[in-house]
């Protein structure tokens, strides 16, 4: 693609970047207003239940965990938290913050010692390792789609005394499950999914009865749509969210045979274009130690994917703060079952 090239090749100053991010999120904008006058929400929802559960997982999985683990210990902070974080103040570090998601996301679904807990698509860790940690007679089981991650998460249970933590490799599409549950928790995976209705089917068998189910996904306040490789300007879906899609706050609410929300918060864009801003920052502080990892990673690729991970994070943060973080924001659900 010309765009690739160009990004490759021809490096700008952030600054031309975030203008011409900023120029096609108002594009973006102007285009969804027009095809929604067309297509509104719940149309958008019945495409949605014919598809697959998920699509391109392993190209999904590649463009984010291809680089080690390594990479993500100089980018992240302590609890290696690749989702929103939640700053109180401007004075919060970027670990500070993370821990205040976690401890946040803990209270919004309500989990209690003693429960068994299902994480959906566990990344890292974070959450997984935190609530071992907060809950140690709880029973955990944490599920990812990457054998890597499995490895790292393992190794820091057992460096940290965890014994109550179980992590499965698997694709959520292929995922069976015999055991129940009285809290499932996915934090920013539903992105990845298409079919929530067939998706939520199956939660509702793997959750007890009076259990529940919570959700934290990134979305728009009033538009839904996929991520797709469809022009030169698709650099986003072609590089880190292939199979994606972008959810809209009320979605997941039309997908209620199985499941209803029980109750919902919002959190501002501001959160998560702060927390890239500090990804960024520190890509930045410590390029001297990423770029050999990134030259392992990519080989003679690595100046082209150095440039990629910045503008995505960029991205990401003008995506958030735009409009003051009042567009596209973080959507908190907790779920019961439907009957």
Known sequence: MIMDT???????????????IRNLLKQRLKDETQRYKQLGIKDYANTLKSQEIAIMTQDANDQHYEVPVSFYNYVMGDHKKYSSCYFDSEKDTLSQAEAR??????????????????????????LSLYMAKTYPKARITAVSNSHSQKVFIDQEAENQGINN??????NIANLRLTDTFD?????????????????????????????????????????????EDESSQSWM?????????????????????????????????????KTCREWLKNMDKNKAKIIPIFKETYQDNYKKFW?????????????????????????????????
């Open 6 to 20: 160009i990004l490759a090749k021809c490096p700008l100053p952030d600054p031309i970047y975030r203008i011409g």
């Open 101 to 126: 998601m976690l401890t946040l996301t803990c209270q919004r679904a309500q989990l209690e010692d003693g429960q068994d807990i299902l994480e959906l698509g566990c990344g890292w860790g974070s």
């Open 165 to 170: 933590l179980k992590v499965i490799t698997e």
């Open 183 to 227: 809290r499932i928790v996915s934090v920013e995976m539903l992105e990845h999914v298409r079919n929530y209705d067939a998706l939520f089917s199956r939660i509702a068998s793997w959750l007890k009865k009076d259990g529940s189910l919570f959700v934290h996904i990134f979305g728009h306040h009033r538009f839904a749509y996929p991520f």
């Open 237 to 273: 879906a072609r590089h880190f969210f292939s199979g994606g899609q972008m959810p809209s706050q009320s979605l997941l609410s039309c997908f209620n045979h199985h499941l209803k929300i029980q109750e919902e918060w919002v959190v501002s864009g501001t959160h998560y274009a």
């Open 307 to 339: 440039v990629y991970w910045r503008l995505f994070f960029m991205a990401c943060e003008e995506l958030f703060a735009y409009n003051n973080g009042h567009e596209w924001q973080v959507y908190h659900y907790r779920f019961q079952h439907t009957q």
